[in-house]
């Protein structure tokens, strides 16, 4: 499985957000019957992730932090070697030496998994100098939160940026949580994307969890990334419907406002759009649902019949 | 051989090494202000000043090398490392070993250390124990001008992060360097002075404290070996065991505090591996756990100075 690139159909990007959840709440449950190490899933996040991957050309590279399998998936990731990798064994993408956290793949370009929270937005800069000074295609995409928002680097890595014209498109899935604390808590403002202003950067702030907008909107910031050759500020307004660390009982969530974002989760949006627009029929998605099924399942085999790492490993890849 | 300063060998080794590899670059607070010679050479592109953000600059330099550029990056004075200090510890050290070997970080970081410029403990702090005890990262601590180009000339070429850090103290000394290509190996110590009775073993500016050391010793019979680290980590294990195998008596002498500092390590290995062949305790002999001071007086006094070492050689040979 290398890079997945995206056409036109709507229909794809259901299918990946389909396998994303499928994904995500297999790893739960496998945390929950057996002792599987936990995963910090986006679950409601889907389609801030599709939506902005699936504007990316081949080239492209990423960069993402802890909640990383629904932009991995999305680029292209087997699933089979992402759970491999979760559960430490020798078949996954970093040959179990990252586990949940740092899982990077370089064949499908998503680069430098950070789980510092921040760390993938200083080394974004650095990624992105890179491809402008040894003169290579493609823009860095850069997934972080509303939390790394808050931070230092955050400001330190725009600033820089926007200095000397790097190629970055910043995208902050503003799920409103920051672990175990609401954002209300740590910052005034009501968004991330205002911030951008300041430092000369252009911004958006798009409806997160309705995929095709995303895209139009990553689409038409990276366009402007590659043409301007300057960083550019994506918010995705979203919500983490599960919690932060499986297992989670999310007892510290308001009711409320958990049940009005699950009203509004992407995965069924995007499923009534497409049969009220009749580009798939109730048995199309049916199917679809069935395909990323056994997709999983035969991830999860995959990754079981992964053997861990030989013990010599410890003190390999330390050094170059 | 030519006769240069620290300085001087630091520009020599960045120009040369500029020359021959063009994906090598120098960013810093400052960094084309101060090496104009550089800016006109290689330009503007591959010599940056950069904002007053350590964090964001290791940053850079880490995705940066990830992605196949060698940048080295001038972080001023040792103590801003502790901005720095996530980048190059959680990203440039671990990140190679997390991604199952997938990425390469060669970047070199340069920060001054050390006492002798009455700056104070927030300019001068020898902070190289925290980065030996973090995996990845490689560190050096030259004496001599020849090994500062020489050491920073293998930094660069070298496929991993490595920490040069450059004693204040030395940063104007001159000294011969030779002609031609010269290339220090990084892990390796250099014999000083060869000795029979006891093993001084030093870095950096403490170094020629030893060595002063070693002739008042001579002159009263005592022969002292002189081993200069140069390299922390990787540490030139053999070269101490050897030395202290023929001597059977071993001083470590640093300025950067006891607890927990490369004078524990060095002890501990012999100890481990050379026990047989002691004939005293190994000593230490370094700075106090105290910040730096900044009145001249206490700043000297804070260092191991030869007086010292020759006494404490005294007490282990009698
Ligand atoms: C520097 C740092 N501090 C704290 C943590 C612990 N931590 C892990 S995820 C997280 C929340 C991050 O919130 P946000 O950036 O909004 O991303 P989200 O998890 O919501 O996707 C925290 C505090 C960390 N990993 N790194």
Known sequence: MGIRLYDERPEALLEAMLLIRAYEEKAAALQAESGTPGTCTAVGQEAAAVGVVAALGADELILTNHRSAGHLLARGADPGRLLAEVMGRRGGYCKGKSGSLHVSARELGVVLTSTIVGGELALATGVALAQKQLRRPGAVVCFFGDGAACEGRFHESLNLAALWGLPVLYVCENNEWQAFVHRRETMLAEGIAGWAGNYGIDHATVDGNDVEQVRAVATAALESVRGRGRPFLLEARTYRLRGHFEPDDQAYVDADELAAWRARDPLPRMEARLLASGRCDAAAITAMKAAVAAQVAAAHAFAIDSPYPALEELTTDVYA | ?318
């Open chain 2, 1 to 318: 051989m030519a006769r240069i300063t620290v300085q001087e060998a630091i520009e020599q080794a960045l120009a040369e090494e500029m020359s021959l590899d063009a994906n090598v670059l120098l960013m810093g607070e400052g960094v084309a202000t101060k090496r104009p010679g550089l800016v006109q050479a290689f330009g503007g592109e591959r010599v940056r000043n950069t904002p007053l953000a350590e964090g964001i600059i290791a940053g850079t330099a880490a995705g940066a090398a990830a992605m196949g550029l060698r940048p080295v990056i001038d972080l001023l004075f040792a103590p801003f490392l502790c901005y720095a200090m996530d980048e190059l510890v959680n990203s440039a050290g671990k990140l190679r070993y997390l991604s199952g070997g997938q990425f390469e970080f060669p970047l070199v970081a340069l920060a001054m250390t050390g006492a002798g410029w009455g700056v104070g403990a927030q300019h001068n702090h020898n902070v190289e124990a925290w980065f030996a005890h973090a995996p990845g990262l490689k560190l050096v601590m030259p004496s001599t001008v020849a090994d500062f180009k020489g050491l920073l000339k293998s930094a660069i070429r070298d496929p991993n992060p490595v920490l040069f850090f450059v004693d204040i103290a030395l940063a104007y000394a001159a000294g011969e360097v030779p002609e031609g290509e010269v290339l220090v190996p990084i892990g390796r110590a250099a014999t000083r002075r060869e000795g029979e009775d006891l093993t001084l073993i030093s870095y950096a500016k403490t170094v020629d404290a030893c060595l002063r050391a070693a002739e008042t010793l001579a002159g009263e019979g005592i022969s002292a070996e002189v081993i200069d680290l140069r390299s922390i980590k990787p540490l030139d294990e053999a070269a101490i065991l050897a030395s202290v195998r023929k001597t059977g008596r071993a001083i470590v002498v640093h300025e950067a505090s006891r607890t927990c500092g490369v004078g524990a390590e060095v002890a501990a290995l012999v100890a481990e591996h050379a026990f047989d062949a002691l004939k005293a305790p190994v000593l230490r002999l370094t700075g106090p756990d105290a910040p730096t001071p900044a009145s001249y007086p206490l700043e000297q006094a804070f260092v191991p100075q030869a007086e010292a070492v020759v006494a404490a050689a005294r007490r282990l040979v009698r």
